[in-house]
């Protein structure tokens, strides 16, 4: 009997236990997944949670119900990873051996490791919405926002879903308008990188549009602390950004025990090949979804496609065989802005965000960077998609290979000279 330990029970845990559990044989496999608690959080919902679209009912189930029978749910904290031995250590003390281990315990907001993010503004004029006690906290402030500066703000890349601080601010400009508001809120989004995104054609768009609700944007913003006193902002180049009330992303980490385990980077993500999900230290270890160190958004979207390649290249490689299957990087995301609409992108390691429609040319439904109610309806009917397809590991008639139908390639700039590169979404301030 061979083992399989996935450890974490989230989006992309749930899903390849699911996948795998149906292409494993029973009587040679026991599959065992580790969460530390029974809550699925259904996490793009936290975005809607603050403007009262959502009830964080919406966006909780039981894990259990998502577990497939023939796969042992062990709940419990992981505290270790002993490599050595192939065993996970429980921070009650149980001990899990495994034959091969899938990491899948994601990335969490860490406000603890900015200086004064945590201090008396914390909840009170402070908040975040990437953690379900933060949107909900969120929830109640807003309205009792009168006016004054609003300052949404991210601390370092990467973080996951890299586009739902811009879908905040629009939606924040959006509610505010509608609320009598809007011009009694300044609104500043600040940013650590060089544009509203990163890549050339996206950063263009969603600068333009920022510039277009009247919101103020300040890059290349690397915070060393935040003055809680003076309720301001404060970069390493001395720069500083007052605030009435801040939404901020904290800096976003792998679980920790990855890091004691010695199993991770400077921020504990697993290094792996960006193509097998492979483990570049250990043979019996993967990790998916957004524990590892692919360079390509941390989001649902590449969870489900890397997961559809990763399952069959899986069965491969323990059958001895050569893993044939390439993940490509492929990403896609809805972007909220505001007011019934949305936008979609949709791209991969090579291929930036281009313009076009999506799945199919011309007939879409889905417009790829531009904003029209078909992508709003699409971003809310995921949360179905969600519950009872994705996770539950069923057939979705998307490649995950990422396809060139229906987008539009630039031609060349004037000049004739690509853009220099920029930087990275999954690449650190620090890297760069
Ligand atoms: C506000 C917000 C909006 C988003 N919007 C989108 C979107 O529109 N589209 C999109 O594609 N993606 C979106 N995402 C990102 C998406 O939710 C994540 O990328 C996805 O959930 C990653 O799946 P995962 O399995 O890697 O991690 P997770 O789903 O976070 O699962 C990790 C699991 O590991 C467990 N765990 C961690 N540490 C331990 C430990 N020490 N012991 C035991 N268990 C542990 C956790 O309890 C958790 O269940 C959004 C995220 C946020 C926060």
Redesign the pocket.
Known sequence: MQRLVV???????TMVVNKLRRKLDRAEWDIVV????DK??Y??G??FIPFGVYEPSDVIRSRHRFIPDGVDLVL???ERVDTGADEVILADGRRLGYDYLII?????PRPDQTPGLLGDQWRTSIFD??SLDG?TALASALPAFAGGRLVVNIVDMPI??P??PLEFTFLADAYFRRHGLRDRVEITYVTPLPGAFTKPICTEQLGWMLDERKIAIETDFMIERVDDRAKALVSYDGREIPFDLLVTVPLNMG???VGRSGLGDELNYVPVDKHTLLSKAHSNIFA????SDIPTS??????HFSVDVFVGNFCRYVRGEAMTGSFDGHTN??IESGDGKGLLIDFNYDTEPLTGSYPLPVVGPFGLLKESTANHWG?LA?RWMYWHVLLPGRPVPLPARMSMIGKRTPGPPPGGTRQPAEPDLATTQEQR
Do not use: M, N, R, W
């Not at 450890?7 to 845990?13: E, F, I, P, V």
């Not at 998916?288 to 524990?291: E, F, P, S």
């Not at 941390?298 to 969870?303: F, T």
């Open positions: 450890l974490g029970g989230g989006t992309a845990g580790v969460d530390q608690d699925h959080l996490q793009p936290f975005l419990g904290e992981i899948a315990t994601g990335t969490t919405f990437y949107a996951k879903c586009v739902a679980a920790d025990y998916i979804g957004d524990a941390k989001a649902g979207s590449v969870a995301c809805f971003k995921f």
